[in-house]
């Protein structure tokens, strides 16, 4: 069966984006520093992908997403966000998060 890449993509980067918003709480992070950790690892990441992300972040409910008005967004994880980053809830279709293979 082969691999859907642009869905590996997406579910990755989402993944990654949620691990870079716990390792800055409580505050947060602005767009430009979510963008700048993305790209070491999708390297042609675009503005609009990255918000396309967030905001599906922000659907599922795992983070706060505050857009300002130059264009930014601020986002920061919420209760269930983090839950779901410390492996203790289940994790919704649509992240690429790891099996969790440590006790």
Known sequence: MPID????????????LL???DKARPLGAIDTLLL???RCIYP??????LHSQLDYLD???L???DKYPDG??????NSDGVDMVE???NCPAGIARPVKYWD
């Open 5 to 16: 890449m642009i869905k590996a993509r997406r579910e990755g980067m989402r993944w990654h």
């Open 19 to 21: 691990n870079a918003m």
């Open 36 to 38: 700048d950790v993305v």
């Open 44 to 49: 042609d990441t675009t503005v609009k992908e």
């Open 59 to 61: 659907n599922k409910s």
């Open 63 to 65: 983070i706060v997403l």
């Open 72 to 77: 930014h967004w601020h986002a920061c994880l």
């Open 87 to 89: 492996y203790t809830v």
